[in-house]
């Protein structure tokens, strides 16, 4: 009897399934590491009421009370992680309201964040030096622009943020964020 016929070889079968596990253990390295990659880059969504509305929240996302805002005292600039988390100014008002108008914290020179100097009554960026007025118009450049302004609205001792789409107060004309 001729024994040199060809049969099926089992080591095929079993390269295949050594393929197949190799392949499946570097997409489930990869998925796993591409994924919280993904998500850092990828702002997170926001949920958003009328006319893009969003909650007023600290640093570390916790919404912030109206509350607490109205107890500093008036003339106070509260900052707050507003549209997409960008920084922003609430201002307490005379009257222990807020101001219906916020001021978000990106000069327009460069993007730099800057903080509020209350003995000069000024925004003051430390980047390249622009000041801007309490109501966020440009004193001094090299900034090109006033600040951009968002809505504030408090409903139920929450703050709402949404965008700005009116005739800017300050210069009379259309935003220029828009």
């Given at each position: 009897m001729?024994?040199s016929?060809p049969?099926?070889?089992p080591s095929?079968?079993r390269?295949q399934?050594?393929?197949?596990?190799?392949?499946?253990t570097?997409?489930?390295?990869a998925?796993?590491?591409?994924?919280p990659?993904?998500?850092?880059?990828?702002?997170?969504?926001e949920?958003t009421g009328?006319?893009g509305?969003?909650?007023?929240?600290?640093?570390l996302g916790n919404?912030?009370?109206?509350s607490q805002?109205?107890?500093?005292a008036p003339?106070?600039?509260?900052?707050?992680?507003?549209?997409a988390g960008?920084?922003t100014y609430?201002?307490?008002k005379?009257?222990?309201t807020?101001?219906?108008i916020?001021l978000?914290?990106?000069?327009?020179?460069l993007?730099?964040?800057?903080?509020?100097n209350?003995?000069?009554?000024q925004?003051?960026c430390p980047?390249?030096?622009?000041?801007?007025?309490?109501?966020?118009s440009?004193v001094?450049?090299?900034?090109?622009?006033?600040?951009?302004i968002?809505?504030?609205?408090?409903?139920?001792?929450s703050?709402l943020i949404?965008?700005?789409?009116?005739?800017?107060?300050r210069?009379?004309k259309?935003p220029?964020?828009v």
């Amino acid at each position: 009897m001729d024994t040199s016929l060809p049969l099926e070889s089992p080591s095929l079968s079993r390269r295949q399934f050594l393929n197949f596990l190799t392949g499946a253990t570097v997409a489930v390295t990869a998925g796993a590491t591409l994924y919280p990659a993904g998500k850092f880059f990828i702002a997170p969504g926001e949920k958003t009421g009328e006319g893009g509305a969003i909650l007023a929240k600290d640093i570390l996302g916790n919404q912030i009370p109206a509350s607490q805002i109205l107890a500093e005292a008036p003339g106070t600039r509260a900052l707050v992680a507003g549209l997409a988390g960008e920084p922003t100014y609430l201002i307490v008002k005379e009257d222990n309201t807020l101001d219906h108008i916020g001021l978000v914290d990106n000069c327009t020179h460069l993007g730099c964040t800057f903080p509020w100097n209350p003995l000069d009554q000024q925004f003051q960026c430390p980047c390249h030096g622009s000041r801007y007025a309490p109501d966020g118009s440009v004193v001094r450049g090299p900034a090109p622009l006033p600040l951009k302004i968002v809505q504030v609205a408090v409903f139920n001792n929450s703050i709402l943020i949404s965008p700005w789409t009116e005739t800017d107060p300050r210069t009379g004309k259309n935003p220029w964020w828009v």
